[in-house]
T-cell receptor
Framework: AQRVTQPEKLLSVFKGAPVELKCNYS??????LFWYVQYSRQRLQLLLR??SRESIKGFTADLNKGETSFHLKKPFAQEEDSAMYYC?????????????FGKGTKLTVNP | GAGVSQSPSNKVTEKGKDVELRCDPI?????LYWYRQSLGQGLEFLIY????????KSGLPSDRFSAERTGGSVSTLTIQRTQQEDSAVYLC????????????FGPGTRLTVL
């Protein structure tokens, strides 16, 4: 079975502090992993994906197959980072490329 | 260019009524997905279309739920005999073209079943 776990429903940090949003997954094959973000009153949008290995808005995420994790990190949080963050997995077998989402972490960056 | 659009943005209905939710994809996107976002359940996959066919319907929660896609474009999600537990935000996403595998989401339809 495919499963994505985000253990923290809520995460609150101060501006300028480092932030890490945790994501663990369960999948028997080699998945594609994504982070999606939903800012207040906006639609869900892609933040980054592991195959791109890029940094978006200062965020990075490294796929750790040994620990089956894909944690999202940013060294210095900004107030505009406050949003709902979803980790998602796309199974590479089966062909549908659907996304299996975690339940999300609401990040609040305080001034 | 225009993104994914969905209509209506809000729908309030009575238990037992049928509802239709519409998704207009980004032009040229061949893949279309429906998801449901509800409190406590997060985002759940419902159904996937490639063109007009639906090779993956594994997420539809019951036979009251159905979806179709015509002309490789517009999709309609139909919920028959709605129940209160169907209340949720229904999201449509599409992918294809140059941004292979990135799913672009619509604004959603908020369904409330009284």
């Amino acid at each position: 079975a495919q499963r994505v776990t985000q253990p923290e429903k809520l995460l609150s940090v101060f501006k300028g502090a480092p932030v890490e949003l945790k994501c663990n997954y369960s999948y028997s094959g080699s998945p594609e992993l994504f982070w999606y973000v939903q800012y207040s009153r906006q639609r869900l949008q892609l933040l980054l994906r592991h195959i791109s290995r890029e940094s978006i808005k200062g965020f990075t995420a490294d796929l750790n197959k040994g620990e089956t994790s894909f944690h999202l990190k940013k060294p210095f949080a900004q107030e505009e980072d406050s949003a709902m963050y979803y980790c998602a997995l796309s199974p590479t077998q089966g062909g549908s490329e659907k996304l299996v989402f975690g339940k999300g972490t609401k990040l609040t960056v305080n001034p | 260019g225009a993104g994914v659009s969905q209509s209506p943005s809000n729908k309030v209905t009575e238990k037992g009524k049928d509802v239709e939710l519409r998704c207009d994809p980004i032009s040229g996107h061949t893949a279309l997905y429906w998801y449901r976002q509800s409190l406590g359940q997060g985002l759940e996959f419902l159904i996937y279309f490639q063109g007009n066919s639906a090779p993956d319907k594994s997420g539809l929660p019951s036979d009251r739920f159905s979806a179709e896609r015509t002309g490789g474009s517009v999709s309609t999600l139909t919920i028959q005999r709605t129940q209160q537990e169907d209340s949720a935000v229904y999201l449509c996403a599409t992918s294809g073209g140059s941004s292979y595998n990135e799913q672009f989401f619509g604004p959603g339809t908020r369904l409330t079943v009284l």
